[in-house]
């Protein structure tokens, strides 16, 4: 796969249809994979990757690339596409100006599940289709591919692309509706409302307020964000009280609902591990059950929920006459 | 002499302009009575309120926040109430779901003819966040007085 993306890159570099591509590169560790801007064949040869680490999302990062000289060269993987198409519908990538791959993807290895499952002293790791080969100081350890994805893929939502590609390396996939992404929530759900607030203040007081999560989220894209105006109260620092730190999680996923892809980015950059996914997907799955099913980034025909109305909407006392627990 | 330790709420109600505002007005005007602990905020139309002005109104110590609006269809810039219809909705759905009690949130529609739904609205809501008690899952402890 890697090779043909990179030959195509090459091509399209070289016949002047594109002057750069973004891709990715090896971070820190080979594991730590980071996005990166390419402009030249050698380049591509010497560091592009794409395997089973590659998950960031790219699609935030052509908003300014799209605004620069020339066109740009992107590799999207289905969630990506979502995202992207989310972003041209809010006018904020200039379509002209980009040129999408698409491109396949099965599911990416997250390094928080495979420290989780008890796996300490990494030094690196490796992916042969099936099998993760993880060095460790204490030795090589192996784990399954699938036992080793985040969250967000083990419970993939789709693996088709939304149509905004130019064109495709690999085959297209099936969306997934077995409704699994919403299992943890539909869990919180049936929790009392005690043990749901001491869950989310567990998670919650982790949060060191690095703004990680809105910096890497595609729908998180304002020009003058509210958590950096002063006047707001609860502007970029550390959290000082318990309220703080709820109400950027409240406000950040509000902000996004509607319009949130449930790209899982949020989560797997959180530096404190909070499952921050669950909170957008509340909103996803509320959404689907208050105003119909709605996948934001699916078509562009569509307004955004909590941009539209009917006059037979719900009332909003419906979360009182939906019982749960008190 | 005997000192008041009765929990009495604090409410913030947010009244539109042209209906639920005018309804308190006429609750007033008739001498219907509703508690004193409820606080009116007088906002242009009830899609003005920011979910934020609710999150903010339990940062300052509030117990209860309440939206009042016009009825839906009457909203005097035409579709405003059906906005905050969703966009309440879901954050009352997502409090509920961070664990902050579901009674403490409410919206109801109060036009300027129903005076006396207003003060009844009021006098209910006041009794559910009193048996609640006092707010203690949100609020800024830096905003409340030290006793």
Redesign the interface.
């Known amino acids: 796969m890697q090779e043909a993306i990179i030959k195509r890159a090459k091509e399209l570099l070289a016949d002047g249809t594109v002057n750069r591509v973004v891709g990715w590169k090896a971070g820190d560790f080979a594991y730590d994979v980071t996005p990166a801007v390419f402009t030249s064949a050698e380049e591509l040869d010497k560091d592009f990757l794409y395997n089973d680490f590659c998950a960031p999302n790219l699609s935030k990062y052509l908003i300014k690339e799209s605004r620069k000289e020339g066109k740009v060269l992107v590799f999207l993987k289905p969630c990506d596409s979502y995202s992207f198409n989310q972003l041209l519908k809010e006018h904020r990538i200039l379509r002209d100006n980009v040129y999408v791959i698409a491109i396949p993807c099965r599911g990416k290895v997250d390094i928080g599940t495979v420290r989780d499952s008890g796996i300490k002293g990494i030094t690196d790791m490796e992916c042969d289709g099936e099998t993760l080969t993880i060095h460790t100081l204490y030795g090589d350890k192996t784990m399954s591919h699938a036992d080793s994805l985040g969250d967000k893929c083990k419970t993939c939502k789709t693996k088709k692309h939304a149509a905004c590609f130019d064109e495709m390396i690999g085959e297209e996939g099936e969306p997934n509706n077995d409704g699994k992404r919403f299992e943890m929530v539909e869990k ?2 049936a929790m009392t ?9 567990n998670e919650l007081s982790k949060c060191i307020r690095c703004n990680a999560c809105r910096n890497v989220c595609p729908a998180c894209s304002c020009e003058n964000c ?1 958590f950096d105006n002063p006047a ?2 609860i502007q970029q620092r550390a959290a ?2 318990s ?2 730190e ?2 950027f999680h ?2 950040r ?2 902000h996004v ?1 509607g319009r949130c892809t449930d790209c899982g980015e949020c989560t797997r950059v959180c530096p404190q591990n909070i499952p921050l996914h669950l ?1 957008n997907r ?2 996803i799955k ?2 689907n059950e ?2 119909g099913e709605y996948q934001a980034g699916e078509n562009f025909d569509e307004r955004a ?2 941009n ?4 037979t ?8 006459k939906r019982g ?1 627990n ?1 | 002499m005997s000192v008041n330790t009765e929990f009495k709420p604090l409410i913030v109600a947010f009244c539109c302009n042209w209906c639920s505002y005018a309804g308190a007005d006429l609750a007033g005007t008739n001498r219907l009575q509703y508690p004193a602990d409820v606080k009116i905020i007088r906002v242009p139309c009830s899609c003005r309120v920011n979910p934020m002005f609710v999150l903010r109104a339990f940062q300052r110590g509030a117990d209860g926040v309440i939206l009042c609006g016009c009825h839906p269809g009457d909203c005097h810039y035409t579709s405003g109430n059906y906005f905050t219809r969703r966009r309440m909705a879901l954050l009352f759905s997502m409090l509920d779901y961070m664990g902050i009690e579901k009674e403490r949130t409410r919206v109801e529609w109060v036009s300027a003819a129903e005076g006396a739904k207003f003060a009844k609205t009021m006098n209910e809501f006041v009794e559910t966040v009193t048996k609640l008690g006092e707010n203690r899952r949100l609020e800024d402890l830096r905003c409340k007085k030290q006793s």
């Not at chain 1, 409302?193 to 203040?201: A, M, P, Y």
């Open positions: 919180l759900e409302s005690e043990e749901r607030f001491n869950f989310w203040r509210v707001s109260g000082v009280t309220f703080e709820n109400m409240l406000i996923a509000f609902a909170l509340k909103y509320d959404i208050f105003y929920p909590l539209a109305y009917t006059f909407d719900c009332e909003p006392d419906v979360v009182y749960g008190a």
